[in-house]
């Protein structure tokens, strides 16, 4: 079965850095396109960024200028660096995986921006 597994959230200040990875592990042959949703408390989840199979990526106008959504050669791993954190920022981060058969979920990433 395929895997969807998150890692690099933490703890951080306002105005510093943190790099999610999100890999998908195991045999896969039709995966497309990867992202990054995110839900703090009380909010809806929101998209963050997505990154096509031809490396089209797509933002959040929050997270322009501040977030790059990039992956690997084999298109199996996807990251979110994530620059000039704010306190706005602090979320659980979920990774997404596509599918022909449909969309795989990673388990979440807690983010917390705080001084």
């Known amino acids: 079965q395929v895997h969807i597994v998150e890692s690099g959230g933490g703890l951080v200040q306002p105005g510093g850095s943190l790099r999610l990875s999100c890999v998908a592990v195991?045999?896969?042959?039709?995966?497309?396109?990867m992202g990054w949703y995110r839900q703090a408390p009380g909010k809806q989840r929101e998209l963050v960024a997505d990154?096509?199979?031809?490396?089209?990526?797509n933002y959040a106008d929050s997270a322009k200028g501040r977030f790059t959504i990039s992956r690997d050669n084999a298109k199996t791993t996807v990251y979110l660096q994530m620059d000039s954190l704010k306190p706005e920022d602090t979320a659980v981060y979920y990774c997404?995986?596509?599918?022909?058969?449909?969309?795989?979920w990673g388990q979440g990433t807690q983010v917390t921006v705080s001084s």
């Open positions: 997404y995986s596509d599918f022909t058969s449909g969309r795989a």
């Open positions: 990154i096509t199979e031809g490396g089209h990526t």
């Open positions: 195991g045999i896969i042959f039709d995966i497309g396109a």
